[in-house]
């Protein structure tokens, strides 16, 4: 079981997808995918939509405590674009 809030970026057919991975309290792991045209903003619409889904009440009775506010923290520096910088300068780097 994911015990941690991770994400990540690939390319898959052309199109870039980010995915944000974080825990409930039920041992499962919860993924929220999305797609773009840049691995940055692939990752920033993930973020964004993991964010609305832990800001349900529903879904934040199934938790584990702090990971709602370390998802928030999460999806701003997801949305940052410092995150866009850095792809940009990984990519050049191989």
Do not use: C
Request: net charge positive; aromatic share 6%; charged share 20%.
């Amino acid at each position: 079981m994911a015990r941690r809030i991770t994400w990540r970026s690939g390319k898959t057919d052309g199109v870039y997808w980010g995915e944000v991975v974080f825990p409930d309290n039920l041992g499962h792991a919860v993924t929220v995918k999305a797609t773009a045209n840049e691995p940055a903003k692939a990752l920033a619409r993930s973020a964004s939509m993991a964010e609305k889904l832990v800001n349900n009440p529903a879904v934040q009775a199934l938790l584990p405590p702090g990971a709602g506010p370390a998802l928030n923290a999460a999806a701003k520096v997801l949305r940052s674009k410092a995150v866009g910088k850095a792809l940009k300068f990984a990519r050049g780097l191989f």
